[in-house]
């Protein structure tokens, strides 16, 4: 079974700061995907970004980074130039075989005016 | 906007009674998973239906059932319902099932449910 652990339960930074968010995983599979998702205040799940396993280039959208470390089974969150709205909660979560996703429990984001 | 639907957004009721949370997933996504969200909690799965057939269990209790029809809308049943119940429902579909790949999951509004 898949575990996805997430260390830290809240974070805070100023606006325009530069965050890094912690996931480390396990699992024996190979061929897995990896997927940030933010739910702000809303309650909406959305997707942040998303990291196949076999790929080494690290996945980029827009602010959003991820350092993925295969070896380490780590998977970071990197915000560049954090704005207001980023402001939300930040699951990791783990995917393979187009089964469930296994969730950590999850970073409290504020972004500090 | 995901193009994932769930009715309703908010459900009140009380213990004992039964509800049922409506999904319709994105067109042309055949797989449907339901999570479970209590409060300030991470997402749990409870079950994944494809084209109309379980394809996967998880944390679902005996009370609980779901099913997915042809025209791939799915419902969860919920009854006997329980405090602990109270939780946000969310639904979620994706293209595919099965196969090395994983297609992304894209997750509806969810459906507020409070157990009196």
């Known amino acids: 079974a898949q575990t996805v652990t997430q260390s830290q339960p809240e974070m805070s930074v100023q606006e325009a700061e530069t965050v890094t968010l912690s996931c480390t995983y396990d699992?024996?599979?190979?061929?897995?995907?990896l997927f940030w998702y933010k739910q702000p205040p809303s309650r909406q799940m959305i997707l942040v970004i998303r990291?196949?396993?076999?790929?080494?280039q690290n996945a980029t959208e827009n602010r959003f980074s991820v350092n993925f470390q295969k070896a380490a089974k780590s998977f970071s969150l990197k915000i560049s130039d954090s704005q207001l709205g980023d402001t939300a909660m930040y699951f990791c979560?783990?995917?393979?075989?187009?089964?469930?996703?296994?969730f950590g429990t999850g970073t409290r984001l504020t972004i500090i005016p | 906007d995901s193009g994932v639907t769930q009715t309703p957004k908010h459900l009140i009721t009380a213990t004992g009674q039964r509800v049922t949370l409506r999904c319709s997933p994105r067109?042309?996504?055949?797989?449907v998973y339901w999570y479970q969200q209590s409060l300030d909690q991470g997402l749990q799965f409870l079950i994944q239906?494809?084209?109309?057939?379980?394809?996967a269990k998880g944390n679902i209790l005996e009370r609980f059932s779901a099913q997915q029809f042809p025209d791939l809308h799915s419902e969860l049943n919920l009854s006997s319902l329980e405090l602990g119940d109270s939780a946000l429902y969310f639904c979620?579909?994706?293209?595919?099932?099965?196969?090395?790949?994983?297609?992304?999951?894209?997750f509806g509004p969810g459906t507020r449910l409070l157990v009196l």
């Open positions: 979620a579909s994706s293209v595919a099932a099965g196969g090395s790949s994983q297609e992304t999951q894209y």
């Open positions: 990291q196949e396993a076999y790929k080494q």
């Open positions: 239906y494809y084209n109309g057939e379980e394809r």
């Open positions: 699992t024996s599979e190979n061929n897995y995907y």
């Open positions: 067109s042309g996504d055949l797989s």
């Open positions: 979560a783990f995917g393979y075989g187009n089964e469930k996703l296994t």
